[in-house]
């Protein structure tokens, strides 16, 4: 919440409570014994500054107090504005002794400086003057105090009394304060804003109490402080002349802190005092006074003010790497806030940055200030007691990036952002519109099983995962992004393996672990999507929790995922997102909808990474969209554009074999066979998905798909005007088409023309995920009779986790998918991997010769897509010679070919023992090693026609992926949700903006505030 309260400035704030309105946050009683406190004499301070709004509140609550400091004095650094009237009235009502002008220019420092120089002239005789005077005991004079207020105060009668009560108890004390807190309306609970401040090494406050918490008793004990703010701060007045008073090179913030620094040094005691409560409006940090220095930034004003009582406390080369180390922090958060969508506040961290910079003077007068105060013995070692480690910027950082990451999975799940409060409130019992709990969904139950059995089975078997659709994964960083900057073609690969590039870095470039992550757990990723999509879609918890669960099932049904189908998986996480990016880019306003035409951008982006066709549709409906709404021309120029823009660099591979555009990932890894319509309309597709080496079962995809088939039509005409129904069939008779188009034809794709079929499954689950949401949607209040609702619940659930459960256990154990180790001999892989030799590796074991040439760590993720660098007529060659080999044997010429094409070794598998012994017989090569039915031999001949190596990615590609890297992250940026948590010091309200809600911020570990 913002230092100006929720109110409207003329409203009456609160007294503050006596007690916690929780029940839960009472504490036991303090001594309330009575403590004399006539032998303390108190000088009150009260600096104004165009404080005619909320001055009457103030001087009505110290008219007030009870006791009354002896003597008040008012500064007013703004003579002559509209609250001259209302000071000189106080003077004529006796609430004030005395009125003194100060000047504009005056920081708070100055002022209180003024009125003290004014009080002394008019009150020569000490401690025993004023209108409060008692006369001194026979222990000794009285003590004098100072006593600083703010003129945004709202005092608690007895607020005086209790600091001197403590100051009397614990009587070395010389700085005490009170506990600052939150204006609030009648009827609301006791809000805390801060009670003693420390500083942490970048400079921010670290409070003991998190603003707007509200006050249970977490702050009833008086601790021991570094400092405390200047509003209601109480000073004993030998220690006040001994330090010198506040320092005027700090004239708005950090001045209480930097007191409490000097005093702490000096081996004064400085302490809080839980039980004096003082209202603090705190306008200054809410930018409120018009005239004022910080009127326009306060933020940046306490960041870099802050920042220099850090770098005082420094001299020589400690001081320069301080100053390094604060400018470095700046711009660090500038960074953060910036990808954090939140531009105001990555200013004001390079304003503050700005500012310090320049205030070289006043950072040497204030070291020499804090040079030149007394210290004590052990002064050094306390303050460094009172200081947060030196890693408490770092946890806070953490805290904050986990919270960030908590908003993003709250938004991604539809999780609302329920407090503590609303739920124990009266409004959230008996509540029927919550989810209920997940375990008792069966279909989510399934889920879990399926996630959780494939991660724990896949990630556990040693090996790499591959299937009949998916090489494995490279397992460093540099065979991972060289295959998409140097696949061997000139140019960059498809942008996909970029994407796998990009997300396989955090692991270290391990594209193997990536990959059991995103097919193994891929249905969770896919769960969280759908949930999210379909809480968009406004369809009830129940029917979210069954359809997220459906969804995320549907790869497996269909087979793709036990084929590593990349373009599946990632279709079935990019999807529901691009359904919640639509959403927000059609019914958002201003910066949202901005941020919706960036999710679909971003979302286009992968889905079109992985099946490029999908840009034609999306840009037919971009444009019918732009045709309707002039409004949103330029986002749908945005949603389509950047993904144009992104994939640009593929273009030259698409033009140059349009088929690609048709296929998905690594088109010839998919299955040949020719589907039927349909079979296709019942969910079954061509390839291996069960143990038997076939697909998915008719009876088992075709009684699911069937089942949604009947739903969605009892949904269309339950609901047959409804917006989302239509488009959902839209959506799903469009997939259904272009499944059934794309399996028909055959295609060319590169790097050398081969002829494939392309894979329907993505489309196939576009059209089920559209029959999913039309069903959900349309039969939205169905309400069933209770004995049928159970028996369908019943029959669902053992249906789901008997049949569902043992065939994915049976099925993960048998089925395609699997943790494979290599077939390679390990010399062979070394010598690979450290030179550039070839292995040609042919395998008879299938009946027809297949052969490959291998090189680097091997055949690895993306290599199909980017072939073996061989033209068309080499390969021939190539496969003219292995078909030769294995029939009759070859010659001396054969071999020193096989030798210039840099083949170092031949692998052999399946073979029988006619077919080794004609390969034996050629000249050239060296039998070697044999095991398990293979056969190596050792290439000898003349030296390569050229290097087979890899050349390294050209200059051009690199730059052109750097630029894409860049774009992509701009698009994640503002595809992103801003930041919802207050991250700054404390929320700053600007002029003219609303206030947040008071208790929303981080955890009470949180740096920064007044």
């Not at 073996?868 to 030769?884: K, N, Q, S, W």
């Not at 990615?953 to 698009?971: K, M, Y």
């Amino acid at each position: 919440m913002s230092e100006a309260f929720e109110q409207d400035d003329t409203s009456p704030v609160q007294e503050p409570q006596t007690e916690p309105a929780a029940a839960w946050a009472q504490h036991d009683d303090v001594d309330d014994a009575p403590v004399d406190t006539t032998g303390e004499h108190v000088i009150a301070v009260l600096v104004c500054h165009d404080s005619v709004t909320w001055l009457p509140s103030a001087l009505g609550s110290l008219a007030r107090l009870d006791p009354a400091p002896d003597l008040l004095v008012v500064v007013d650094n703004t003579p002559g504005d509209a609250s001259q009237e209302a000071l000189q009235q106080a003077v004529r009502d006796g609430v004030v002794d005395l009125l003194v002008d100060g000047e504009r220019g005056f920081g708070f420092a100055e002022a209180v400086a003024a009125g003290l120089r004014a009080a002394d002239e008019a009150a020569p005789t000490g401690a025993d003057a004023g209108r409060h005077a008692a006369p001194a005991t026979g222990e000794g004079p009285r003590r004098r105090w100072v006593w600083l207020l703010h003129d945004d105060v709202v005092a608690q009668p007895d607020v005086l009394g209790q600091l001197l009560r403590h100051v009397v108890v614990e009587d070395d004390l010389a700085l005490t304060g009170p506990t600052l807190l939150v204006p609030s309306r009648a009827n609301q609970p006791r809000r805390l804003w801060e009670s003693g401040v420390s500083v942490s090494g970048t400079g921010r406050e670290v409070a003991l109490a998190e603003p707007g918490e509200v006050d249970q008793g977490q702050l009833d004990r008086s601790e021991r402080v570094l400092g405390l703010s200047t509003c209601g701060l109480l000073v004993r007045r030998d220690a006040w002349d001994a330090l010198g008073g506040l320092a005027p090179e700090l004239p708005v913030f950090r001045d209480g802190v930097e007191l409490g620094w000097r005093a702490t040094r000096a081996g004064y005691r400085v302490a809080t005092t839980p039980s004096a409560l003082l209202v603090h409006r705190r306008v200054g940090r809410a930018g409120l006074r018009a005239s004022s220095a910080t009127s326009e930034h306060p933020a940046a004003v306490d960041r870099s003010l802050g920042m220099t009582l850090v770098a005082s406390r420094r001299s020589g080369v400690a001081a320069a790497l301080t100053g390094i180390r604060l400018v470095w922090g700046c711009l660090l958060r500038m960074v953060g806030f910036v990808l954090g969508k939140a531009p105001d506040r990555a200013a004001d961290e390079w304003r503050a940055a700005r500012r310090y910079l320049g205030d070289r003077d006043r950072r040497a007068r204030l070291r020499r200030r804090a040079a030149e105060a007394p210290v004590a013995d052990t002064g050094e070692q306390l303050v460094d007691r009172l200081r947060p480690p030196w890693w408490h910027s770092l946890r806070v950082g953490a805290e904050w990036t986990a919270a960030a990451v908590s908003d993003r999975v709250r938004e991604l799940t539809g999780r609302p952002d329920t407090s503590l409060d609303e739920l124990t409130g009266d409004d959230f019992a008996g509540r029927e519109d919550v989810d209920p709990p997940w375990w008792r969904t069966p279909l989510l139950v399934l889920v879990v099983v399926v996630a959780v059995g494939g991660l724990f089975g896949r990630w556990i078997a040693p090996g790499l995962l591959t299937s009949t659709q998916l090489l494995p994964g490279a397992s460093t960083f540099t065979g991972t992004w060289s295959r998409y900057l140097d696949p061997g073609t000139g140019w960059l690969a498809a942008p996909w393996q970029g994407l796998l590039a990009l997300l396989a870095t955090p692991l270290g470039g391990r594209t193997d672990w990536l990959l059991v992550v995103l097919v193994a757990g891929g249905v969770l990723l896919a769960l969280a999507a759908a949930r999210s999509a379909l809480r968009t879609l406004g369809l009830s918890p129940a029917a979210v929790l069954w359809g997220s669960a459906a969804w995320a099932l549907l790869p497996t049904l269909v087979g793709a995922q036990q084929r590593g189908s990349l373009l599946v998986v990632g279709w079935a996480v990019a999807l529901p997102l691009l359904v919640v990016a639509v959403h927000r880019l059609l019914r958002g306003r201003g910066l949202e909808a901005t941020r919706g035409a960036f999710g679909v951008a971003l979302a286009l982006t992968v889905l079109a990474a992985l099946a490029p066709l999908v840009l034609l549709p999306a840009a037919v409906l971009a444009l019918l969209v732009a045709l309707r709404r002039a409004d949103l021309r330029l986002r749908v120029l945005v949603s389509v554009g950047v993904p144009l823009l992104l994939l640009a660099p593929w273009a030259p591979t698409l033009l140059a074999r349009p088929g690609r555009w048709l296929t998905g990932p690594e088109p010839v890894l998919a299955d040949q066979a020719a589907p039927t319509w349909w079979r296709m309309l019942l969910g079954q597709t061509p390839g291996a998905a069960w143990f038997d080496g076939g697909p998915v079962p008719l009876w088992l995809c075709g009684s699911v798909v069937g089942l949604l088939w009947l739903l969605a039509l009892l949904g269309l005409a339950r609901r047959p005007a409804d917006v989302v129904v239509r488009a959902s069939w839209v959506a799903a008779v469009g997939g259904f088409l272009l499944a059934v188009l794309v399996s028909r034809l055959v295609v060319a794709v590169p790097p050398a023309g081969d002829l494939v079929r392309p894979e329907p499954s993505g489309w196939l689950l576009l059209a089920l995920g559209g029959l999913l949401v039309a069903a959900g949607r349309g039969l939205a209040g169905v309400a069933l009779p209770g004995t049928a609702r159970r028996l369908v619940s019943v029959v669902a659930a053992l249906a789901l986790l008997v049949v569902g459960t043992a065939w994915w256990a049976f099925d993960g154990a048998t089925g395609p998918a699997e943790r494979r180790q290599t077939a390679l001999p390990a010399f062979i892989e070394v010598a690979m991997a450290e030179t550039p030799v070839r292995t040609l590796a042919v395998d008879l074991g299938t009946g027809e010769p297949r052969w490959n040439l291998l090189s680097g760590d091997g055949p690895r993720t993306g290599d199909a897509e980017t072939g073996d660098g061989l033209d068309p007529a080499t390969r021939d060659e190539v496969a003219a010679a292995v078909a030769r080999l294995v029939t009759t044997g070859g010659d001396q010429a054969l071999a020193d070919r096989l030798s210039r094409l840099g083949v170092g070794y031949l692998w052999v598998r399946g073979a029988d023992p006619a077919t080794l012994t004609a390969v034996g017989t050629t000249p050239g090569l060296q039998v070697g090693s044999s095991n398990e039915g293979t056969q190596v031999w050792t290439v000898t001949g003349t030296a390569p026609d050229r290097a087979t190596g890899s050349q390294g990615p050209g200059g051009a590609a690199v730059a052109v992926a750097v630029l894409q890297l860049l774009g992509l992250l701009v698009v994640v940026v503002m595809a992103a949700p801003a930041l919802s948590r207050e991250v700054d010091e404390e929320p700053v309200a600007r002029r003219g903006h609303t206030p947040a809600a008071p208790g929303r911020g981080r955890p009470a570990a949180q740096e920064g505030r007044r």
